[in-house]
């Protein structure tokens, strides 16, 4: 499974763009290209309160040799969370919709706000430990994530996640 959360001050209009985002700390079990996999919505992992997960399809690329490429759709309830975990490889992050409370705990996190009356908003680093807010259209981009992960609001959070990670190595692990 996968989840993600961030918070920085923004008013950001939304926007739809490809939401490949990988932060998000659920655990999905991978699974190649088909039917049964796209169809799949595996239990929230132990710790997780308020989140599932839908795995939207998965292959592996000719030209990343042992990596597999994989979407994958989060849905965090009002209240719900996810503890601080970590994914192997990196995440591209997309907040669909709702109000997403992030914190990274490690790796590199850049942050992309939403587009702005049409203009492109420069990506900025994500600071360690200090939760920001994610709004639709908010994106991130995050190599070998750590993070903790919540709904920040009202509605539920809907997060599109790309995570291009190692074949047979678990989505998500959790910090002890």
Do not use: C, K, W
């Not at 994610?134 to 981009?141: H, I, K, M, S, Y």
Request: a negative charge; charged letters at 15%.
């Amino acid at each position: 499974m996968d989840n993600v959360p961030a918070r920085l001050p923004s008013t950001v209009t939304r926007r739809t763009a490809l939401a490949g985002l990988g932060a998000l700390g659920l655990t999905l079990s991978t699974r190649r290209l088909g039917s049964a996999a796209q169809d799949a919505t595996p239990a929230a992992p132990t710790g997780a309160v308020g989140v599932t997960a839908q795995l939207m399809g998965a292959g592996q690329p000719a030209a990343a040799s042992g990596l597999e490429l994989t979407l994958r759709r989060i849905t965090i309830a009002p209240g719900g969370h996810l503890p601080a975990h970590s994914h192997p490889g990196s995440l591209v992050i997309f907040v669909e919709a709702g109000t997403f409370g992030y914190t990274a705990l490690g790796g590199t996190v850049e942050l992309t706000r939403a587009a702005v009356a049409g203009t492109p908003t420069p990506a900025e680093m994500m600071p360690m430990g200090t939760e920001v807010v994610l709004n639709p259209g908010d994106r991130l981009f995050v190599d070998d994530p750590q993070d903790d992960v919540r709904n920040a609001g009202e509605d539920d959070v809907v997060l599109l996640v790309a995570g291009l990670t190692r074949v047979g190595e678990p989505f998500t692990t959790f910090n002890e």
